[in-house]
């Protein structure tokens, strides 16, 4: 039982390039989520994906696609990478339980110059 | 949803009682509080959650008081250990679930 996965750890992008980051997770959990993390910050919501088959906005979505390709995996994309868009990205899934845990993976640091 | 307002910062020494105190003026009925704590280089994980009155676990102690206008979270006898960010969420029956700035703590020997 691995939780939450996500790849790759490290990325280094330049203006302009797009790439996908991956989540996976086997807990067989309905919910997942994409956050953003700016160094001293507090977590940001990009993304959410309540069940399989839908997506939802969350606090900062511009710039970024998602897509939940089935009930494991909750894709993020960046398009066109800026600058401003260099954080350390996570993603977290939660079951249907009392408590709403959320359960994190350990993060995709990423750098765009 | 509901805003929530935490100190930005907390120093403590090792063996003291730390209390953080979150401020969520526009909860409504069926939200409940979360806190989370996060290491640096890691995600974030559940510490504890709360509707009303006191929660306690193996690792903390929520305080809600009756207006449930604030909680406040309560870590006995800190260690070294336990510097690390702490969230206050204020969730409802969604699954829009925003975290805040968080509060600091550092804990010193």
């Known amino acids: 039982n691995a939780g939450v996965t996500q790849t790759p750890k490290f990325q280094v992008l330049k203006t302009g390039q797009s790439m996908t980051l991956q989540c996976a997770q086997d807990?067989?959990?309905?919910?997942m989520y994409w956050y953003r993390q700016d160094p001293g910050m507090g977590l940001r919501l990009i993304y959410y994906?309540?069940?399989?088959?839908?997506?939802d906005k969350g606090e900062v979505p511009n710039g970024y696609n998602v897509s939940r390709l089935n009930k494991r995996e909750f894709s993020l994309r960046l398009e066109s990478a800026a600058p401003s868009q260099t954080s350390v990205y996570f993603c977290?899934?939660?079951?249907?339980?009392?408590?709403?845990?959320?359960?994190f993976g350990p993060g995709t640091r990423l750098t765009v110059t | 949803l509901a805003k929530t307002t935490q100190p930005i910062s907390m120093d403590s020494y090792e063996g003291q009682e730390v209390n953080i105190t979150c401020s969520h003026n526009?909860?409504?009925?069926?939200?409940?509080i979360t806190w989370y704590q996060q290491f640096p280089s890691q995600g974030p994980r559940f510490i504890i959650q709360?509707?009303?009155t006191k929660v306690t676990n193996e690792v903390a102690s929520l305080f809600i008081p009756a207006d449930r206008k604030s909680s406040t979270l309560s870590l006995p006898r800190v260690s070294l250990s336990d510097t690390a960010v702490y969230y206050c969420?204020?969730?409802?029956?969604?699954?829009?679930?925003?975290f805040g700035t968080g509060t600091r703590l550092q804990v010193f020997p």
């Open positions: 977290a899934s939660r079951g249907r339980t009392e408590t709403y845990e959320q359960y």
């Open positions: 807990m067989n959990h309905n919910s």
């Open positions: 994906s309540a069940s399989e088959g839908t997506t």
């Open positions: 526009n909860i409504a009925t069926n939200d409940y």
């Open positions: 709360g509707y009303k």
């Open positions: 969420l204020v969730r409802n029956n969604t699954d829009k679930l925003i």
